[in-house]
């Protein structure tokens, strides 16, 4: 009887040394998990998907703002050694003229370091078109809306509803301009032509990078810019694109440009603030859900908007 208390104590023994080591083996296999992965949030350029030579593509779609996180993955796609090659795929009616201006110009420094293309979707109209000739070539579908080169500022008059409501609405100001037009009241004299002004130097400027990129003459882009909008026949045909087709084009172009056919098409995806986390951000999108715009930002999107526009309002009267 000893001797198999003794043998059952020498196997208990032994159990509990093997359950250790197997505890501490996971243990430390936890650890290392928890350790990959916040490299891989943390350093991207050396762990993940990018950290190898690759064609960046970055989507440009619904309203335009001057949106920090669209610029700040453009300053990385300039900075990244890894990125061989840009592609821009634009579906926009357009937006805010400063932030038009302001990703303009983030795609301008872009292509100064790496060849960069614009492939069209179904619309670049007004700031979205702004912001497709910031690049070396453009593609576009031949069922694509181009165009609408031009300014636009809009503002309620709403004095028959408050009047309705029973609100008197009223101000004390500095100066008559001050704050005008306002929503309410009569416009007072030179309003109106105050911000005529503002519309037409801002138009002037549009046009001027217009010409510029697409190397207009004075007479070609008075013609172009009167708010018109083609499709992507009639844009090519006015050189205000150079190329028909899709993404395998715009491919195409890069490739032409000396680029190895091969290269992985990597998304610079929106980061997902809201969680803060890249993970579950990835989780919605392997199951299918679109986390780019959410309904609140869309809704965000098109009420917020303030100052000198440059949109298309397509079937607006």
């Known amino acids: 009887m000893d001797g198999v208390r003794i043998d059952d104590l020498i196997d208990r023994q032994r159990l509990r040394r093997k359950l250790g080591f197997w505890r501490i083996l996971t ?37 335009i703002t001057e949106d920090e996180d669209l610029l700040d993955r453009l300053d990385r796609i300039k900075s990244s050694q890894n990125v061989k090659g840009v592609i821009i795929s634009v579906d926009s009616p357009g937006g805010t003229t400063a932030g038009g201006e302001a990703i303009y110009e983030a795609i301008r420094e872009v292509a100064d370091e790496k060849p960069t293309v614009t492939q069209v ?8 078109y702004m912001v497709s000739v910031a690049a070396d070539h453009i593609v576009a579908r031949q069922s694509s809306i181009i165009g609408s080169i031009g300014v636009i500022f809009q503002y309620p008059n709403i004095e028959e509803l408050l009047t309705n409501w029973g609100i ?7 100066t008559p301009l001050k704050a005008e037009p306002n929503f309410y009241g009569e416009t007072p004299v030179g309003a109106e ?17 217009v010409a510029e990129r697409r190397g207009f003459d004075q007479a070609t882009i008075a013609r172009l810019a009167d708010g018109s909008v083609f499709t992507g026949r009639q844009a090519l045909e006015l050189e205000m694109i150079d190329q028909l087709g899709g993404l395998d084009e715009a491919r195409d172009w890069l490739t032409s440009q000396g680029l190895d056919e091969d290269l992985d098409l990597v998304v610079y995806e929106r980061e997902d603030t809201r969680t803060g986390s890249l993970f579950l951000q990835s989780v919605a999108h392997a199951i299918g859900f679109n986390t780019e715009h959410g309904f609140a930002g869309r809704i965000q999107e098109r009420v917020f908007l303030d100052g000198l526009l440059s949109i298309w309002h397509g079937g607006d009267n």
Request: proline share 3%; glycine share 8%.
């Open 27 to 63: 243990f430390l296999a936890a650890i290392g998990c928890v350790m990959l992965v916040t490299l891989l949030l943390l350093d991207p350029e050396t762990f993940g998907q990018t950290s190898r030579p690759h064609v960046a593509h970055v989507k440009i779609a619904a309203t």
């Open 121 to 128: 979707g179904t619309l670049a109209a007004s700031a979205g």
């Open 168 to 174: 008197d609405m009223r101000s004390v100001k500095s």
């Open 193 to 209: 032509q105050m911000i005529e002004a503002m519309i037409l130097d801002s138009f002037d400027w549009f046009k001027g990078i």
